[in-house]
């Protein structure tokens, strides 16, 4: 097939490496693939770098005027059988310039489980052939949000399945974590849904019975100046660090005694599948589609959100018992292949196309 991807985010977060997989797993299949992306953004220099057809298109708010043009462009000289929308704005305008080509019904993909805000937004995705919901929590926010249920589809996101690399323990030492201590990782944006600050409130309970344990947050954002000083203000300064954003997450998240996730709002969290994948035992909110990644007590342990306390309680059971973490990670891992691989969301992704030709 001859396959168009379109992406307008200008930074690099989970949702430009679930369209980098896709991408790549198509193209290595034998599929012809374009992707369409933020002039100078993050995807398009590791998209070239794997060798895919780029096309840069400066993209701004949902019916930019330069991006549909560009867009149309591009549909009338690829012609394309399938577009995939990966993005609110690239849904937007990728709609408009496939009705204006007179190119296919398009594929918009909804990675958040926020509510769909106003009637552009619901119309949009409701006027899209199919619509990939990476959750099914996701998939019933759409539902409730006017999607016709025919046009939804959930393809669960999928990480590659590799080894570790080597140096774990080194890459926490350069951190400033020294010895064998323990390690609650997180790898998230510092934003508003992730939650950080109750992982905070959790972490300062957890130190008051576990000194010994460190905290690892991974990943940047607006809210990291008032998060370090949350930190600052419980007294977690030396016993918890931001990281930042980091390019050795396959060398950094094995050696996370426990991986947490403490979103309010999820739609599934690829970091979450990261750590399953390399056996990481996990301890995160029942938020969005996080119970269908995690399941209460078999690949971790799920605490209701916003809720510092249970949060604090479930990390202290897990750090305190390397049994229940060993059967946690080993079924995470098993959950990961049957569920979650790179491999199995390209299959599908590749079912839904066929759906439409």
Not at 24 to 42: E, N
Not at 109 to 122: K, N, P
Request: hydrophobic share 45%.
């Amino acid at each position: 097939m001859r396959v168009l991807h379109v992406d307008s985010a200008r930074g690099w977060r989970g949702g430009q490496n679930q369209v980098l997989l896709t991408a790549r797993g198509m193209a290595a299949r034998g599929h012809d693939v374009t992707l369409v992306c933020q002039s100078r953004g993050a995807l398009a220099g590791r998209a070239r770098a794997a060798g895919l057809d780029v096309r840069e298109t400066p993209f701004g708010g949902d019916l930019a005027p330069g991006a549909v043009v560009a867009l149309r462009a591009a549909l009338r000289e690829i012609r394309p059988e399938v577009v995939q929308l990966h993005d609110p704005h690239a849904v937007a305008a990728g709609l408009l310039a496939c009705r204006l080509a007179g190119r296919p019904p398009a594929v918009a993909t909804r990675r958040v489980d926020f509510a769909l805000r106003g009637a552009l937004s619901r119309w949009k995705y409701a006027a899209c052939g199919r619509v990939v919901a990476v959750s099914e929590a996701i998939a019933g926010v759409l539902r409730r949000d006017g999607v016709p249920p025919d046009r939804l589809r959930v393809v669960y996101e999928g990480v590659p399945d590799r080894p570790p690399r080597p140096g774990g323990r080194d890459a926490l030492r350069e951190l400033g974590i020294s010895g064998e201590a323990p390690v609650v990782g997180n790898v998230a944006a510092l934003t508003g849904h992730k939650d950080h600050a109750t992982l905070l409130a959790a972490a300062a309970r957890v130190l008051a019975r576990r000194p010994e344990t460190r905290f690892v947050i991974v990943g940047e954002g607006e809210l990291e100046p008032s998060l370090a000083a949350q930190a600052r203000a419980l007294g977690l300064e030396g016993r918890c660090v931001f990281a930042g954003f980091r390019n050795d997450l396959d060398r950094l998240v094995p050696a996370f005694t426990v991986f947490c996730l403490s979103s309010h709002m999820e739609g599934l969290g690829t970091s979450l599948l990261d750590a399953m994948s390399f056996a990481v035992p996990i301890v995160a909110t029942a938020a969005g589609g996080i119970p269908e990644a995690v399941s209460d007590g078999i690949t971790g342990r799920l605490v209701p959100p916003r809720d510092p306390d249970a949060l604090a309680t479930a990390l202290v059971e897990a750090l305190e018992s390397p049994e229940r973490r060993a059967a946690w990670g080993a079924a995470g891992r098993r959950r990961f292949e049957e569920r979650f691989t790179a491999d199995r969301m390209v299959e599908t992704t590749l079912a839904v196309y066929r759906e439409l030709r």
